[in-house]
T-cell receptor, first 115, second 110 residues
């Protein structure tokens, strides 16, 4: 497809379970971003990749959150030992520019519910 | 502390009734201000980037303007399909971070 895709679209986890969320960016896009969007809030920055390098992970809320993009294309956001406060929509965005905050293309998000 | 405040939180308009959405910001060095549209169950869709006070950009029924402290998104003669949440975000100079507001939920009644 032409856009950013994310899977799964919905994920329900029991508290304490580990989850993995996948992002397929637009082919050839250099920059990849992860955001967390709580209900009724704007997206909050989690982490940024330039190709396979994770250049900024300052937004990750705890060491339970881990992201990777080993080959510079697909990215995975992993959350270990999920907590109820992790419930949110996780958005992935990509851009063809280095540090391409301008004109980011967002995926539809993964809605995570932690019971 | 850098922040972005959008008002109103929600707005209901009749079809054809023009209005404006506000985005007030405080940031230590503005590198760009963005407007996005977000439909339910979807990711944000880019609309505009503004860089300096006095700049204006237009797209169909939407016009975005920027001053040193705020931005407005003007909606002229809106249609029901303009119903969505409109997000404002700023990119700051010192670390290139992007900060989003909470959004304005716009509902256009036919």
């Amino acid at each position: 497809g032409a856009g950013v895709s994310q899977s799964p679209r919905y994920k329900v986890a029991k508290r304490g379970q580990d989850v993995a969320l996948r992002c397929d960016p637009i082919s050839g896009h250099v920059s990849l971003f992860w955001y967390q969007q709580a209900l009724g809030q704007g997206p909050e920055f989690l982490t940024y990749f330039q190709n396979e390098a994770q250049l900024d992970k300052s937004g990750l809320p705890s060491d339970r959150f881990f992201a990777e993009r080993p080959e510079g294309s697909v990215s995975t956001l992993k959350i270990q030992r999920t907590q109820q406060e992790d419930s949110a929509v996780y958005l992935c965005a990509s851009s063809f520019r280095d540090r391409g905050y301008n004109e980011q293309f967002f995926g539809p998000g993964t809605r995570l519910t932690v019971l | 502390e850098d922040q972005v405040t959008q008002s109103p939180e929600a707005l209901r308009l009749q079809e054809g009734e023009s209005s404006s959405l506000n985005c007030s910001y405080t940031v230590s060095g503005l590198r760009g201000l963005f407007w996005y549209r977000q439909d339910p169950g979807k990711g944000p869709e880019f609309l505009f980037t503004l860089y300096s006070a006095g700049e204006e950009k237009e797209k169909e029924r939407l016009k975005a303007t920027l001053t040193k402290k705020e931005s407005f998104l003007h909606i002229t003669a809106p249609k029901p399909e303009d119903s969505a949440t409109y997000l404002c975000a700023v990119r700051r100079n010192r670390d290139d971070k992007i900060i989003f507001g909470k959004g304005t939920r716009l509902h256009i009644l036919p």
